[in-house]
């Protein structure tokens, strides 16, 4: 039953407040701010004319843009695995990997995002990269190959760089992630288990048949805020100079001095990415609560 929207004058004093804040805004970034506005610059870093094929050609915005959902993708599925693996430890009945489980939750949300980038950056640069041989790996492939890898993950030249950066972040991730597992398997009545156990099924059949079809229910709201939390902190990778979009905005900031305008405009981007995956989400939950209905 849909409820009638009411307003009421608390309502209409906070949004009174919340535009007068807004025109404020507004007139001190454009009357008061000694500031020279070039708005005509950005264009040109999203798409230009290559003179030789006379095309229009994405430029380093656009690049940096689809370096974002690359990494933000590939960091969310390695977040999903690591959660929901160290999830079922969380909730396993041998202690063993309950304290692995545990000690990998600890570790990572109370430790500083940057500095557990920098620290994957230099290990898995210097140390797995070398030893397994990725590099030399994909430097070797021919060159459909190499053109296929560049658009999944990026070019030969930042492969080891952006591998790092996506397990940093899903390692970040996946902590938040194994709580949200963990909280939504336990949310399931009691009776779910024992009806489940009584028809014969093994525990992972009724994980499979019974349990992570509730669960992943409960959990979608949740998360959806991690997925989006994993797009914005991929722009923290932009310190060991992954050309994602954040990198690619100080780079136009620095060589342009065009300050203001570069941020409203990268900012701008990420809203409407998160945006548009949060209202997906929103969609895709009312057709499950249909679908049970």
């Known amino acids: 039953m849909n409820r009638k929207l009411k307003i009421t ?49 994405a430029n380093i915005l656009v690049k940096g843009l689809w370096t974002t959902i690359r990494l933000s993708f590939w960091a969310t599925l390695l977040a999903i695995v690591f959660g929901v693996v160290t999830g079922l430890m969380r909730i396993s009945k041998r202690l063993f990997w309950r304290l ?24 898995v640069s210097d140390q797995i990269m070398p030893l397994l041989g990725v590099e030399d790996f994909v430097r070797s492939r021919p060159d459909n190959v190499k053109n296929l890898l560049t658009f999944l993950f990026a070019s030969p030249q930042q492969f080891t760089a952006f591998t790092s950066g996506a397990i940093t972040v899903a390692v970040f991730q996946g902590a938040y992630i194994t709580e949200i597992v963990r909280a939504g398997i336990q949310s399931i009545e009691k009776g779910q288990w024992e009806a489940s156990y009584a028809l014969g099924l093994t525990w992972g059949q009724q994980m499979r048949w ?32 992954i050309q994602e979009l954040t990198f690619q905005g100080m780079q136009i900031m620095a060589s342009t001095y065009v300050t203001i305008e570069v941020w409203i405009t990268i900012t701008a981007i990420y809203l409407l ?21």
Not at 215 to 232: G, S, W, Y
């Open 100 to 123: 692995i489980g545990a000690s990998y939750v600890e570790l990572i949300r109370n430790m500083p995002p940057l500095v557990l980038v920098f620290i994957f950056y230099f290990f």
């Open 210 to 241: 019974v349990i992570l079809p509730q669960a992943v229910k409960r959990v979608l709201p949740p998360l959806t805020n991690e997925f989006i939390n994993t797009i914005k902190y991929s722009a923290i990778v932009s310190v060991i100079s």
């Open 9 to 57: 004058t608390l309502d209409v004093v906070i949004l009174t407040l919340l535009l007068a804040l807004a025109a404020y805004v507004v007139y001190r970034l454009t009357m008061q701010l000694n500031y020279k506005w070039n708005w005509g610059i950005l264009p040109q870093y999203f798409f230009y004319i290559d003179e030789e094929t006379g095309r229009w050609v």
């Open 273 to 293: 990415i998160c945006f548009s995956l949060s209202m997906g989400v929103r969609k895709l939950e009312v057709h499950l609560a249909r679908s049970e209905a």
